[in-house]
């Protein structure tokens, strides 16, 4: 949140640019008046011809998303006029507390619709209509569509104005292209937005290789292990000493590109071909972005890296499940398979929209297995697993009593293992679970319970069935197959947690659960619910219904979950309650905020409202009016509880 001196800044800006003629007599186009021509170049929307920056480009991994337009940067200030960056007409609106907050599409005559989002307010005719409706239909949220004789827009006309609405980080505008797909483009591509190039070249910072087969090992390694870029000579990187590699290998990059040298603001890199022996092996061009795909952006991206480390790596293979549109140009799948014979230099080639280029090379130089491994660290604990694919790597101290055999039961039945590798600090045993699938494991005096129920496969609907736990995966619902892991325990405070899955695999659609605890819930309230456990917090995730005995819930992620009941409403804060409006924090520590609504004298008052600030605020119909009688709030939170305010306001 911004401080109190920048809000009066702010304030101050705001006001000014509200005073500025350019705004106070902005109007729509009349239809009659309208001559947009199929060959318009796109204007930069705000302060078009005026150097400008970015904040993010189109393509840049998000956690849950593409990024699909570029971010423009609006000095850390609301309140700059945005304008068309084509003739057309405003075809949709929409007005919702998250996601991209308050957005005016455009429509234009080459079929392509242009988006602003994040804006602070609408202007002229569209404000007054938008307003309206929004009393009509008793709602903040709306989505509206209009005709092409509404609100014709000529070339440079302001709609709105810049603002920091939704799920934003800060304020600046969100712009998107987007074409009569409903695909959106690469803006930088498109418009050729003179504002904002910029000759600096995307930057490498790490890369990963990733073993793809129980054979493949790096530096005489079984999994994935990170390297820095190395030494850099103008846009060239290079990593000195060579990789000793073996098997199948797999590439990722973590790499970023710096938007402008005078900020520190990073974009992502859309273009990136990678050369085994100047042998191009894979190419990703990503140009153009289906939007209600975006979610596949888990099977570009590391996932797994993403969620314990928060760092996005681009793999440069493609992986199963990976059917986006990207690589045309890659002659096969990207996975590297190690020459034995001779060592292989590896060039990864990162550019830019505008061209600008890097390059990182380093070199993989053959070896075989060994079963001895000197650089093995000390395990902190004596037994531990983790799957990568379709391999489970078991770690275990050295064990004299058993020659450091494991075993690895199946349904009760016993198979002794020697470790793959191993030296005086840990064994590491390979198990490839498209063969077996462990129950348990016994190593270095120690047994490991893995809840493995069963491989589930992508691509097709499957449904899992257990005493106390079903699960229906529509399809499409995987990635890739899954080896699912699920049980249950009660905990110390009587609570009971249902483990599915693991979270740091993705999904892609939602799965239905149905859950058996051990407490029954004969009489299924309003004020339970599901939640998954996130670290020392709750988050929630449906209401959840009894049927049949189990409770029936829908999830989008894997996880720990468990039954709450939420008894405490939400609060209300007032920050301001008076005739010239009025402003509130409401909060709720639990379920969360499910509804609010407002009246005035008994007449319903719109409420505003940005969930990350959690502040809603009035806007009357008659925006000339006072605030004047009897305020009422209700706020409502998902178990149903509520908290009222009242005052009168003289």
């Known amino acids: 949140m911004r401080n109190s001196s920048n809000s009066k800044l702010n304030n101050f800006i705001t006001l000014l640019l509200l005073s500025c003629p350019l705004i106070t007599t902005a109007q729509f186009s009349k239809p009659e008046i309208q001559t947009a021509n199929d060959g318009e170049k796109y204007i930069y929307p705000i302060n078009p011809g005026q150097p400008g920056s970015l904040a993010g480009n189109m ?11 570029i971010d423009i940067r609006t000095n850390n200030m609301i309140g700059f006029p945005v304008h068309a960056s084509k003739s057309g007409y405003i075809s ?51 989505d509206l569509y209009f005709t092409k004789d509404q609100f014709p827009v000529k070339q440079g006309d302001v709609i709105a104005r810049s603002g920091n609405t939704g799920s934003s980080g800060g304020p600046h505008v969100h712009f998107d292209i987007r074409d009569s797909n409903n695909y959106a483009l690469d803006p930088l591509k498109v418009g050729g ?60 990059i973590l790499a ?50 993403m969620r314990n480390k928060g760092t996005r790596f681009y793999k440069l293979y493609i992986d199963d499940g990976n059917t ?57 604990v004596p037994l531990t697993y983790d799957i990568n694919d379709n391999i ?15 075993k690895i039961y199946v349904k009760g039945v016993a198979t002794e293992v020697e470790p793959d590798y191993s030296n005086q600090n840990r064994a590491i045993y390979l198990i490839d679970l498209r063969k077996t699938l462990p ?12 809840n493995l129920r069963q491989a589930i496969p992508s691509g097709t609907e499957y449904k899992y069935y257990s005493d106390n736990l079903d699960i229906q995966f529509p399809a499409q619902a995987l990635y890739d197959t899954l080896y699912l892991n699920a049980s249950s325990a009660i905990q110390p405070n009587g609570g009971e947690i249902f483990s599915i899955g693991d979270r740091t695999v993705p999904l892609h659609k939602s799965i239905t659960v149905a ?104 806007e009357q119909l008659d925006k000339k009016a006072s605030l004047k009688g009897d305020l009422q709030l209700i706020v409502t939170d998902n178990a149903g509880n509520q908290s009222k305010f009242t005052k009168k306001i003289p």
């Open 59 to 69: 393509g840049e991994l998000r956690t849950t998303h593409f990024h699909s337009g």
């Open 92 to 142: 949709r609106i929409t007005m919702t507390p998250t996601g991209y907050g308050n957005i005016v599409y455009v429509a234009h005559p080459d079929g392509n619709t242009t988006l602003y989002a994040h804006l602070n307010e609408f202007v002229g005719p569209l404000a007054d209509y938008v307003r309206q409706e929004q009393y009509k239909r008793k709602t903040f949220d709306i």
């Open 193 to 252: 937005f003179r504002e904002v190039a910029e000759s600096l070249p995307p930057t490498p910072e790490k890369i990963a290789l990733i073993t793809l087969d129980k054979n493949g090992r790096i530096n005489d390694r079984f999994g994935r292990y990170e390297f820095y870029a190395g030494t850099r000579s103008g846009s060239n990187y290079s990593i000195a000493s060579p990789i000793l590699a073996c098997g199948t290998l797999g590439v990722e």
């Open 256 to 305: 970023k590109d710096k938007m402008s040298p005078t900020t520190s603001f990073y974009g992502g890199v859309n273009y990136i071909e990678m050369r085994v022996d100047s042998q191009l092996v894979f190419s990703q061009a990503i140009e153009k972005l289906d939007v209600t795909e975006t979610r596949a952006i888990y099977t570009v991206m590391d996932f797994k890296t």
């Open 324 to 380: 986006l549109k990207f690589y045309g140009k890659s002659p096969g799948p990207g996975k590297i398979t190690v020459n034995p014979n001779k060592e292989s230099r590896i060039d990864i080639t990162l550019k830019d929209s505008h061209g600008n280029s890097s390059v990182i090379t380093f070199r993989l130089h053959p070896v075989k297995p060994v079963k001895e491994v000197r650089t093995l660290e000390p395990l902190t």
């Open 392 to 406: 489970m790597t078991v770690a275990a101290r050295p064990y004299a009593a058993t020659a450091n055999k494991a």
């Open 439 to 450: 129950d348990s494991i016994i190593a270095a005096g120690q047994t490991t319970i893995t």
């Open 515 to 618: 859950i058996r605890p051990q407490q029954q819930y004969p009489n299924w309230t309003k004020n339970l619910g599901i939640y998954r456990v996130a670290g020392r917090s709750f988050a929630y995730v449906d209401k959840g219904e009894v049927v049949n005995g189990r409770i029936l819930f829908n999830t989008r992620d894997f996880g720990d979950f468990t039954i709450l009941s939420d008894i405490v409403p939400p609060t209300i804060r007032v920050v301001n309650a008076d005739q010239a409006g009025a402003r509130f924090k409401i909060r709720d520590e639990l379920s969360g905020i499910a509804s609010f609504e407002a009246s005035i004298n008994g007449q319903w008052l719109l409420m505003h409202y940005d969930a990350k600030t959690a502040t809603i605020w009035s």
